[in-house]
């Protein structure tokens, strides 16, 4: 069966300090993953998507994501983290129905 | 990019009232549009799957006499909550594919906050 699992509700890092937020998945054949953000009080936001291609993805507001297939995940991460980047978000997997398979989310909190 | 709407952003009725949620691509046609409902601090879950001219195709456990999905044009999906409860409070979020675009990519509108009183 097709899934996705975000391990962690909530992730604290410092400002400036990088960030991970991590995905993994399950799949038969091959993955197309997404990140969205959703900030509070509004719809959700597209970040990044893998389909094929370069492992290492980049995307909105300074994110990327890594895509590990013998590990079965696909992080989120940022180099230096803003306040402004405290949202949750969602780890997402297309699946034969073009339907999105969501995570349960991650609440990320940036401290000053 | 891609924009889609929602009207209204945040509606409050009274229980047994029906309510209305419209979902619109602006600057794109689009093949499919899916509905979800977010609960607080919850995941998303969705709720149906809507073509163009066709009958909505529901997730289980979602009522398609109470949720009513209308998609009349390649631009326009309406979800009416028919006899609405207080449990039927919820952050509701459309999303649509283009017509033009990857399928792959979901463009999703910025959600409509029920609150039934």
């Known amino acids: 069966a097709q899934s996705v699992a975000q391990p962690e509700d909530q992730v604290n890092v410092a400002e400036g300090n990088p960030l991970t937020v991590k995905c993994t998945y399950s799949v038969s054949g091959n993955p197309y993953l997404f990140w969205y953000v959703q900030y509070p009080n509004r719809g959700l936001q597209f970040l990044l998507k893998?389909?094929?291609?370069d492992n290492l993805v980049k995307g909105s507001y300074g994110f990327e994501a890594e895509f590990n297939k013998s590990q079965t995940s696909f992080h989120l991460k940022k180099p230096s983290a803003l306040v402004s980047d405290s949202a949750l978000y969602f780890c997402?997997?297309?699946?034969?129905?073009?339907?999105?398979?969501w995570g349960a989310g991650t609440k990320l909190i940036i401290k000053p | 990019g891609a924009v889609v709407s929602q009207h209204p952003s945040r509606v409050i009725c009274k229980s047994g009232t029906s309510v209305k949620i419209e979902c619109r691509s602006l600057?794109?046609?689009?093949?499919?549009m899916f509905w979800y409902r977010q609960f607080p601090k919850q995941s998303l879950m969705l709720m149906a799957t809507s073509n163009e001219g066709s009958k909505a195709t529901y997730e289980q456990g979602v009522e398609k006499d109470k949720f009513l999905i209308n998609h009349a044009s390649l631009t326009l999906s309406t979800l009416t909550v028919t006899s609405a409860h207080p449990e039927d409070s919820s952050f509701y979020i459309c999303s649509a594919n283009s017509l033009a675009g990857p399928q792959e990519t979901q463009y999703f509108g910025p959600g409509t906050r029920l609150l039934v009183l």
């Open positions: 893998y389909i094929t291609g």
């Open positions: 600057d794109f046609q689009a093949t499919t």
């Open positions: 997402a997997l297309l699946d034969s129905n073009y339907q999105l398979i």
